[in-house]
């Protein structure tokens, strides 16, 4: 395997690893992108006010037993006939992503907001918090390192579903396991799940480093602290 990593050949044309990993990439930051911006919104939502939370653990169930490769290639085909170009591959595996991100995220934001102290909450609303204050000054600061948590785990989630995306002849990490098979190259195929183990680890550590630093220690403390004061000082008043 090492003779195959050393080889320039893999390193250099359309084909490349620098290539199919910066394809790969690009899959999985374009799927956690619009799932963050369907998922974050509404798990907040559903966490603040408590409606539909039935919908959220049914979505996160549903999306447990989804057959990805079969989803992907049953959109190709009704999609597909739509576009002239490399879309019609695009958008059915991008959407399969999505679908695999979005719970992730919304079941992260939706645990944060539900685990923050009532205390805080209660201390905020009696100072007269209007609930859109309160959601982005005192819950989300305290739901920040679930929220973290739901990321981290839709990005793995990603990261290793996109490989499918080169069974409909897209690019990515995916083509070195598939094209490996067809050609009964089996030092392909184990490079490719190689690479895609390490680009997960990475994506893991940066996420989990992403955490400490925007979650300091005592985020939670400080922020219920905080409110307290403000709350004492506004009695005093």
């Known amino acids: 395997m090492i003779d195959w ?16 990993l910066a394809q790969h990439l690009q899959y999985s930051l374009i799927s956690l992108f619009i799932a963050a911006l369907i998922g974050l919104p509404a798990g907040l939502y559903v966490g603040h006010t408590g409606k539909g939370t039935f919908l959220i653990a049914g979505l996160a169930n549903a999306t447990r037993a989804l057959p ?13 006939p739509y576009f002239k170009s490399d879309l019609a591959y695009l958008v059915p595996s991008i959407a399969v992503l999505v679908l695999i991100a979005v ?40 739901a920040l390192p679930l929220i973290f948590s739901g990321f981290r785990s839709a990005a793995l989630q990603v990261i290793s579903t996109a490989t499918i995306a080169a069974y409909v002849s897209l690019g990515g990490l ?11 190259d089996y030092m392909q195929m184990a490079a490719g799940a190689v690479l895609v183990g ?16 925007a979650v300091s220690p005592g985020l939670t403390r400080r922020t ?14």
């Open 5 to 20: 990593f050393l080889n320039p050949a893999q390193w250099h044309g359309s084909g490349g690893i620098p290539t199919l």
């Open 198 to 213: 390490v680009l997960a680890l990475i994506v893991d550590l940066f996420f989990g480093l992403a955490s400490r630093i």
């Open 103 to 142: 719970p992730p995220i919304m079941m992260g934001a939706y645990s944060g907001i539900t685990s923050v102290d009532p205390a805080a909450v209660d201390a905020a609303r009696g100072m007269g918090y209007r609930p859109l204050a309160l959601l982005l000054t005192v819950e989300f600061p305290c």
């Open 224 to 237: 219920v602290k905080g409110v307290a004061i403000r709350r004492q000082l506004t009695n005093e008043k």
């Open 68 to 80: 990805s490769l079969g989803l992907i290639v049953l959109l190709v085909i009704l999609v597909g």
């Open 174 to 184: 995916g083509r070195l396991i598939i094209d490996g098979r067809a050609q009964n």
